[in-house]
């Protein structure tokens, strides 16, 4: 069943339930107003026979039978009967004694509760107790409301014709309602088809943005964003990764062309075997970069994260560092007002933080003239703080919004070797640790990065 029917549906359904409630509690407080009404009507019958009785001595039963007959209040099949307080009866208006005698269990249950209304089929009975000159004495009236209940009927059948139209009305509301209610959602769904990877650029309408589907197209354009910005860095990735790829293997290919034009001798297939091997470290170390640049920008869970002590992983990404570059100096400074070593672990990746330290320190290493970088560590509220500095060429204001970007280059360092791959790295390592890394640098002075990562222990 479509959304559309089961909303009409729902909401006939529950109309129609309150309607025939209503219509039944209608129904039942009018016959029980019919039966209290008729009950008062037989009492004040049974009352004024009673008093003509009882308390006028020219009347007499034969005198009261003829007044009852020709009254024009008598009701429908109306009998009258009065009892004395031994059980006697002294009144009855109908000439027969058919269903004239109560027993005396009836007539003392009426002593006992002073009124009792008993029906059997269409004759209601209603007895009272009727008080004279300090005597008891027991009224028994039945009739038959004819009319109270023809009003009934009638009732009945208007609520029955009432409830059935209203279903069905309902019912055609609840159709018309769902369409409206749904209308949105319909040109919500359109617009969405109209969507596929050629036009992630569209979205889709937000409406007034206050209500449920306000919100849901929200989300949706949400999602659209983010879909179009993954597209975006795939195409670039995968043109810039092919660009960085193609020019060492084409490098490659071209010494080997050369190599085999004709026979060389050793010391020269010596130098091409060199050069061919120095390109094929740069192209592994581009690869192992790219294939890190594609696991990091999928926004690994933490699942994979354990305790990590940062002072080790930078130790051993120096040894790392001053072994592919043997002529560098990097300086470690722990501050002194750290007293526990064992404060810097914080929750991550040791191979991810162990490239995020190496990207940083060859980083300060490649572009400064003495090979130094500087890396000061300290602990700053619930945050590890770690500064790379270096006195280096420096980078320009035009140039450091970009820097973060895959495969950008600043415009002073294009000259040397690199990809533009280690800074981008370095934000995407940093973010999925939850940390925050910001730089600063001026031309000729140097470049100083600031990376913060909580810290386990003070974690909130």
Wanted: charged share 25%.
């Amino acid at each position: 069943m479509s959304i559309r029917n089961r909303l009409a549906f729902q909401f006939g359904l529950l109309a129609s339930l309150v309607l025939g409630v209503a219509s039944v509690a209608i129904f039942l407080l009018s016959a029980q107003h019919r039966k209290d009404e008729f009950s008062e009507r037989m009492q004040a019958q049974g009352e004024r026979a009673a008093k003509l009785l009882l308390q006028v001595d020219e009347v007499d039963e034969p005198l009261l039978r003829i007044i009852d007959s020709s009254s024009p209040l008598t009701l429908p099949e109306e009998r009258v009967m009065i009892y004395d307080h031994n059980d006697s009866l002294i009144y009855n208006s109908a000439k027969d004694t058919l269903g004239g005698l109560h027993s005396g269990a009836f007539l003392n249950s009426v002593r006992a509760n002073e009124k009792v209304h008993a029906q059997a089929e269409d004759i209601e009975t209603f007895a009272f107790m009727f008080m004279d000159r300090h005597l008891r004495f027991v009224v028994v009236v039945s009739a038959s409301d004819i009319f109270g209940r023809s009003k009934l009927r009638n009732l009945a059948q208007v609520l029955l014709l009432v409830v059935a139209l209203g279903i069905g009305i309902f019912f055609l509301l609840g159709r018309v309602y769902a369409e409206r209610a749904l209308r949105p959602i319909k040109k919500l769904v359109s617009q969405i088809s109209g969507i596929s990877v050629s036009n992630l650029e569209s979205r889709v309408s937000e409406g007034d943005g206050k209500d449920e589907i306000a919100q849901l197209a929200v989300s949706f354009n949400g999602m659209l964003a983010k879909l179009e910005a993954a597209f975006s860095a795939q195409r670039n990735f995968i043109g810039n990764a092919s660009h960085e790829l193609r020019t060492p293997l084409t490098a490659i290919s071209g010494q080997l062309d050369v190599i085999l034009l004709k026979e060389r001798g050793p010391e020269e297939y010596r130098a091409a075997l060199e050069s061919v091997h120095s390109d094929i470290q740069r192209l592994n170390r581009l690869a192992n970069r790219l294939l890190l640049l594609a696991q990091t920008g999928t926004d690994a869970p933490e699942a994979g994260f354990h305790p990590v002590r940062l002072d080790e992983v930078l130790w051993e990404a120096r040894e790392a560092v001053l072994r592919s570059r043997p002529g560098s100096r990097i300086e470690v400074r722990l501050d002194e007002g750290i007293e526990d070593i064992e404060a810097l672990t914080v929750r991550g990746s040791n191979p991810l933080l162990h490239s995020l330290f190496i990207n940083l320190m060859e980083n300060g290493c490649k572009y400064s003239e003495d090979s130094h970088v500087s890396v000061d560590v300290n602990i700053r509220g619930s945050h590890a703080e770690l500064q790379f500095s270096d006195k280096g060429i420096g980078i320009s204001n035009e140039d450091l919004v970009h820097i973060f970007e895959p495969f950008f280059r600043s415009s002073s360092t294009r000259g040397s070797d690199g990809h533009g791959i280690g800074l981008s790295l370095v934000k995407r390592i940093t973010g999925l640790h939850r940390g925050t890394v910001a730089v600063w640098s001026q031309l000729g002075k140097g470049t100083v990065f600031t990376v913060r990562l909580p810290l386990l222990a003070l974690e909130g």
